[in-house]
């Protein structure tokens, strides 16, 4: 996989989604008072925090450093009917479907000059109406596959246990329930050319207000709505303040509302948890470099995130631990101490690997 993630932001209008938006990159999107404001998505790529990334450019004296990615989405407002092409039905489905992980954000706050689209609607039912949506949404193009195969499976009786699987996905989105809640018992490689929404995972994101930060037994509710799904709840109007000021008055304020990490190192660390994913590190005096992988990765695999030819030329990787490099103080250090590991194909990476590779193509 590349080494950026990309994250959809969803939600019905009115929640905070592009408050949400800006604070995480720092942009300065419309974030307005009326369904629909966000027509066209908005994209926002950011750094993945990483500090062992400036120790090493000053052990190296790199010239420059490179990140890992994380791109945010800010798709429209979805409303119920959205899979019947309602609102902007059509173009929100669309859009998520090329995200990676979806961000579902929860309006958790409570503020009579900003419109809720449904006057008598909470948490629980927001989550609803975006989650029936998406299960109709894959009904929909189910259903349509199902047309396809069904006579491609009466021509060749070799693809009835993919007619099969794809009928108990469709079993499963009828009674309401998301696709990637089963996918851990089940075999699904089948349906993934199809790229379903509700196959995708989901955070629910919880935008909370000022008064509800430090009240436990509210947030934990909220968690308990989406349980066992990843869960986050942000101050996205908080965190929008926060984003305009210096970081260490922004430190300063966070710590006065008892919040210990921004919302974006909190949201990047669980949607790192919640895709699999580790990074490890390559360094020089050109540059340094996060990379992104899933984790149990090969060295070879590893590899063919920097370039195909890397993968497919592989010899050996030469790894060194961050925290062995940075102790000792140079590789040669590392490499008469010997900390210094030659790994073959069947090494799997660890989150705190410094790799050269050495490939033959």
Not at 177 to 204: C, F, G, M, R, V
């Amino acid at each position: 996989m590349s080494s950026s993630v990309s994250c959809g932001i969803v939600g019905l209008p009115n929640v905070g989604k592009s408050t949400l938006f800006n604070a995480l990159t720092k942009s300065a999107v419309l974030a307005a008072n009326y369904p629909f404001a966000t027509i066209e998505p908005n994209v926002g790529i950011v750094a993945v925090p990483d500090e062992r990334l400036t120790k090493l450019a000053e052990l190296y004296h790199a010239d420059k450093i490179i990140p890992a990615t994380v791109k945010f989405i800010d798709i429209a407002g979805l409303v119920a009917g959205a899979s019947k092409g309602e609102g902007l039905g059509n173009q929100f489905l669309g859009h998520i479907r090329s995200t990676s992980i979806i961000l579902e954000v929860v309006r958790a706050f409570s503020d009579n000059n900003i419109t809720r689209v449904d006057l008598n609607s909470s948490p629980q039912q927001d989550i609803e109406t975006i989650n029936t949506e998406l299960i109709l949404a894959d009904l929909e193009t189910v259903n349509k596959k199902l047309i396809q195969l069904e006579k491609e499976a009466r021509a060749n009786p070799k693809l009835m246990p993919n007619l099969n699987q794809l009928k108990n996905v469709q079993q499963i989105l009828d009674t309401g329930q998301l696709i990637y809640d089963h996918q851990q018992s089940q075999e699904l490689d089948q349906i993934k050319p199809l790229n379903l929404l509700t196959a995708k995972p989901i955070i629910y994101v919880f935008n909370v207000g000022e008064d509800n930060i430090k009240d436990e037994e509210y947030l934990q509710s909220l968690k308990k709505l989406v349980s066992p799904a990843p869960a986050i709840y942000i101050p996205a109007k908080l965190e929008s303040e926060f984003s305009a000021l210096d970081e260490a008055d922004a430190e300063e304020l966070r710590v006065s509302y008892s919040l210990h990490h921004s919302g974006l190192v909190n949201l990047i660390n669980l949607a790192y948890d919640t895709l699999d994913l580790q990074s490890f590190l390559t360094a020089g005096p050109k540059e340094v470099r996060a990379w992104s992988i899933k984790k149990g990765s090969t060295a070879p695999q590893a590899a063919g995130v920097i370039h195909g030819d890397f993968e497919r030329g592989f010899i050996a990787a030469e790894i060194v631990d961050y925290d062995d490099l940075i102790t000792l103080g140079s590789i040669n250090a590392c490499r008469l101490a010997g900390k210094l590991r030659i790994e073959g194909k069947t090494y799997k990476m660890q989150p705190n690997d410094i790799v050269e590779f050495r490939f033959n193509v």
